[in-house]
T-cell receptor, first 113, second 112 residues
Framework: NAGVTQTPKFQVLKTGQSMTLQCAQD?????MSWYRQDPGMGLRLIHY???????DQGEVPNGYNVSRSTTEDFPLRLLSAAPSQTSVYFC????????????FGDGTRLSIL | DAKTTQPPSMDCAEGRAANLPCNHS???????VYWYRQIHSQGPQYIIHGLKNNETNEMASLIITEDRKSSTLILPHATLRDTAVYYCIVRGGTSGTYKYIFGTGTRLKVLA
C-alpha cells in the first residue's frame, strides 16, 4: 500500500517551460489537494478536488492548472514556469469523512532557472 | 477556518516529555484540531487529532482545554528522531471544507 505517490521527486526547468507534476493515491479517497512550500514557511494550498470531475482553487492558484478525471490521479500543471514557482510541492489525499486526517506524499522539489 | 498560533521553536532533552502548545481561540464547535510533523523536507506526517476529548495513540497525546481555545501535543519520551517542525491545524465546520491552513509551526529540537 503506497499511499500517495508523487513523481518526479526532483525537476529543474527553464523559465517558460511547462510540465506536469503527477500525484497518485491508492487509498480510494475522494479528496485530493496540492500544496507548495517555500523555504522557512508552512504549506500553502494551490488547488483541491473533492471528487472526480470537481476541482477548486486554494490560496495560491495562479500559474497552475489541475484536473481530476479519476479518483486515483490528480496532476498539477505548470503552464509557463516562472522562478517564483521554485518550491517543494506536496500532494495530499483524504477520506470524504471530513474529520479524518489527510495523508501527504513525499514531495516534488522543483527549481526554475 | 480557525487560525492557530504556535511558538516558533522549542528545545527538549532526550527522554523527557515534549509539550507543544497551540492556541486556536477562534475555533468553532465542530472544528477538529490536527497535529502533523515534518521531518527535514519530507511530507507532513499525521500524528493525532481530536474534537474536545483528550486523545492518545502510539505516537502522542493530545490535550484540549475545556473551552477548546488551546491544545497541547505531548510526546511522552522524546527521542532525537522527534526533531521536526510540528504543525497544529484546525479544520472542519459546517461547510465540510477539507482545506488545511498551515501556519509556520513549532520547530522542536530534541537535545542529546
Amino acid at each position: 500500500n503506497a499511499g500517495v505517490t508523487q513523481t518526479p521527486k526532483f525537476q529543474v526547468l527553464k523559465t517558460g517551460q511547462s510540465m506536469t507534476l503527477q500525484c497518485a493515491q491508492d487509498m480510494n479517497h475522494e479528496y485530493m489537494s496540492w500544496y507548495r512550500q517555500d523555504p522557512g514557511m508552512g504549506l500553502r494550498l494551490i488547488h483541491y478536488s473533492v471528487g472526480a470531475g470537481i476541482t477548486d482553487q486554494g490560496e495560491v492558484p495562479n500559474g497552475y492548472n489541475v484536473s481530476r478525471s479519476t479518483t486515483e490521479d490528480f496532476p498539477l500543471r505548470l503552464l509557463s514556469a516562472a522562478p517564483s514557482q521554485t518550491s517543494v510541492y506536496f500532494c495530499a489525499c483524504g477520506s470524504d469523512r471530513f474529520n479524518q486526517p489527510q495523508h501527504f506524499g513525499d514531495g516534488t522539489r522543483l527549481s526554475i532557472l | 477556518d480557525a487560525k492557530t498560533t504556535q511558538p516558533p521553536s522549542m528545545d527538549c532533552a532526550e527522554g523527557r516529555a515534549a509539550n507543544l502548545p497551540c492556541n486556536h481561540s477562534t475555533i468553532s464547535g465542530n472544528e477538529y484540531v490536527y497535529w502533523y510533523r515534518q521531518i527535514h523536507s519530507q511530507g507532513p506526517q499525521y500524528i493525532i487529532h481530536g474534537l474536545k476529548n483528550n486523545e492518545t495513540n502510539e505516537m502522542a497525546s493530545l490535550i484540549i482545554t475545556e473551552d477548546r481555545k488551546s491544545s497541547t501535543l505531548i510526546l511522552p519520551h522524546a527521542t532525537l528522531r522527534d526533531t521536526a517542525v510540528y504543525y497544529c491545524i484546525v479544520r472542519g465546520g459546517t461547510s465540510g471544507t477539507y482545506k488545511y491552513i498551515f501556519g509556520t509551526g513549532t520547530r522542536l529540537k530534541v537535545l542529546a
